[in-house]
């Protein structure tokens, strides 16, 4: 393959870094380590050069055989973005070891926020390996947690050959390989849930998605296997997760150690993409610093519109933190604001005024030794004039319409707690419970336990009484069976499991009704406290399900009072006039 002539040349660290990269108008600032002061590529006792032919080679064969396949760059040859150069392929491809003229780096760690065309490179650089690397018979794999997620990096390698008919010449396209049979190499596909590789000897091998991985097995042997080669390279990729007990956080913070200085590793090539702790991650300053494919790969607009979401949803604080500026977060997030339940606050509500409206409720028994909640919702019907379109609706086969929030509800909270509890939950959640009992805002039961007898009683004894169209009650089928049988009698009475599946809708639900003011409450402390903690789990289909978050320095932090409501708030739905849908997403709404 021919190679381009540079036009300047190569300053003392080779070309492989430097402290900014210009680009399209966008300066990218490296971060210090990086820098040649840092002396990060310094090889003082002569064990390393840099080959800048091999670096040239390397950075050449992008644009000179592949193409772009995908949005506005389709067609186009792909030329490699600077951090992509910079960073990545010449320092692979460039140094060596003075000893025997190999590759000096056999470890890789890519860790950029989505949008930086990761894969793309990786599955340039897989072709590169199979192709161009001087590597007889040399085996390079594509791996993932799934196979489906491993076929991403290899696809995209397809679809390059399929525009490059030099390379396609060279080689046969299978559904699962890339076969050259003048070397007899091959570029693969390989998962995690494909069962053991042993006996394999990959030159190559490309991890995509690396915070997915279950576990350290695939790594180990892609690790183990390559010894069997001469210059064999392990590309990691990966953006920022949830799990910190992850194989993605650990060999995230090994990398940060060797950028720091406090770990020695002369072949790891650590290239990390993220926002600093503290960092204001609402400026496009910070956008820019962390995404080195601003206004290229990744549209500013975008961004811009993500941040403005997750300033208004808090719940989507973490997704813009975790994707577009690489930080690890908790799976939980911060959910409902509580300016937003403030707001509704009535003072003067009293069950009394709704008599006549349907309502349904929620019971979140919990444990024997702490908080029983039950939460009323009362359905209020509004006029056809302030039936706004609020709510976005996705029904079962993904279609979304808008539909409009044509009432609003009054929520009336109970709790228990067992009397010889009270003085030790106060110390612990820091709240003058004995205040709220001597105020009728907290019922207790006599004992160390709670008293699902008087549960059962004061349910249909002192609250059914003052909401004569309540008819059905939710509860978590994990605490409450007992009372759910004895309740069953007089409602109706069905299990409402705390899972994704049915957590969603009435969490959407809540969410869209507290935004739009229409939610009433009286101001009840407990439920006030419980919505100040609730925190909201997300999974990979947006699905959504209420937690508490971590315990911070000695109190605890409970949410039983929005379980309940949100129970409630789910049989209401289904006792709405109208078919509701399984999924709701509000996504307008507030104020006028």
Known sequence: MASRKSKAPAPWWGGGLAPHIEFSGVTL?????????????????????????AADKACDFFPEFLRHHIGAFAGQPFELLPYQAKCLTRPLFGWKRAADHLRRFRKVLLFAPKGSGKSPWGSGTALYLTFFDNEPAAEVYALASDKNQARTVHRDAQIMIEHA???????????????????RSAFKVLAADAGGHHGWRPHGVIIDELQQQPNRDQLEVAKKSMAKRRQPVLIMMAHAGTDEESIAYEEHSYAKGVLAGTLTDDTLLPVIFEAHEGEDWQIDTTWRRVNPGYGVTVQPDGIAMEALEARNEPRKLNDFLRFHLNRWTNQATAWLPIEWFTRCEVPTLSPASFAQHE??????????????????????????DQAAPLAEVVDEAGETSQRPLDYSIAVFPFYWLPEERL????????????????????????????????VFRDIVTRIAPMFPRLRTIGFDPAFAPDVAQRLSVQFDVRECPQNFNFMTAPCYLLEGLLKATRVAHAGHPILRWNVSNVAVKRDEAGRLRPVKPRVVGQHRKRIDGV??????????????????????????????
């Open 29 to 53: 600032e490296i971060p210090a380590v990086w820098s040649p002061s840092a002396g990060r590529w310094q090889s003082p006792d002569g064990r390393y050069y840099f080959d800048r032919a």
């Open 165 to 183: 008919p030099e390379l396609a010449a060279l080689c046969e396209v299978l559904r699962d390989s890339i076969y050259v049979p003048s070397t």
């Open 423 to 454: 003085h030790e939950r106060e110390r612990e959640d820091a709240l003058p419970l004995s205040l709220y009992q001597q105020r009728g805002q907290l019922f207790t039961c006599p004992g160390a336990t709670i008293s699902a007898d008087q």
């Open 563 to 592: 379980v309940a409501l949100l129970m409630g708030l789910s049989m209401l739905q289904r006792e709405a006039p109208a078919a509701e849908p399984a999924y709701q997403m509000f996504v307008a709404g507030g104020r006028d």
């Open 359 to 384: 309502c349904a409720a929620g019971l979140d028994m919990a444990q024997t030794t702490d908080f029983a909640a039950f939460v009323v919702n009362v359905r209020v019907p509004l006029p056809d």
